[in-house]
């Protein structure tokens, strides 16, 4: 699997800006962002067909790195977070980062980094 065809795949599911502006601090310190995860369950809860577990390996990817921009949205004070503003590097390096878990095993060879050539 491309990751440029996964991604591709994936990110048109996202909402192109997603209020961010419920996040919180919990008790632990951790920064807590409601609507995000209602947005990330309804896009994972969705029927992908043959793509089904590269689509959740994908749409957590992109999870993480909108987690990174709601961090600095509420830092800022901003409210809301752009799917066009992550890092498409850091996505790609948690995706190859997650297929190198044990559970992975059968996936990691059909995966290809074509990051590069893609953009």
């Known amino acids: ?58 749409c957590w990817c992109i999870y993480c790195d909108l987690g990174r921009l709601a961090k600095v949205s509420y830092e800022s004070g901003r409210g809301y977070i752009l799917l066009k503003d992550i890092n498409i590097y850091n996505v790609e390096r948690k995706c190859r980062n997650d297929l190198s878990e044990p559970e992975w095993i059968d996936y990691v060879k059909a995966y290809v980094n074509d990051l590069e050539e893609a953009l």
């Open 1 to 58: 699997m491309k990751f440029s065809i996964l991604y591709e795949h994936v990110a048109k599911c996202w909402p192109e800006r997603i209020d961010v502006s419920d996040c919180y601090k919990n008790p632990a310190g951790d920064l807590v962002c409601p609507t995000l995860r209602t947005v990330w369950d309804a896009i994972e809860a969705a029927d992908q067909g043959e793509f089904d577990e590269w689509f959740g390996l994908m």
